[in-house]
Nanobody, 122 residues
């Protein structure tokens, strides 16, 4: 099991940028596929992006071109850089870890952080 703590959320105007971080502790971070999900108000949790051990990335169509996921295994941290933010990007952002094959299905991820709030004002 790995413990995950997100940070970097906040209030930003539409068109702005934020970088979220997720720091892991517990087991070897490098052994996990890492993902980001979000839950908008009144909506179900949805996939945002994921990065494999070797750095292969996969994005949801809704964020492609605006979000970049990266990881620093030496720092046990995964990042998501979000640009050109829109009010529709508002929500709680969660990072998640998987020891197996994982893309956008949330049930492939076994460990979750508590989330960090992102609010984009129009």
């Amino acid at each position: 099991q790995v413990q995950l703590v997100e940070s970097g959320g906040g209030l930003v105007q539409a068109g702005g940028s934020l970088r979220l971080s997720c720091t892991a502790s517990g087991r070897t971070f490098g052994g996990y596929i890492m993902g980001w999900f979000r839950r908008a108000p009144g909506k179900e949790r949805e996939f945002v992006a994921r990065i494999t051990l070797g750095g292969s990335v996969y994005y949801a169509d809704s964020v492609k071109g605006r979000i970049t996921i990266s990881r620093d295994n030496a720092k046990n941290t995964v990042y998501v850089e979000m640009n050109s933010l829109e009010p529709e990007d508002t929500g709680v952002y969660y990072c998640a870890a998987s020891r197996g094959i994982a893309n956008k299905a949330s049930n492939a991820y076994t460990d979750w952080g508590q989330g960090t709030q992102v609010t984009v004002s129009s």
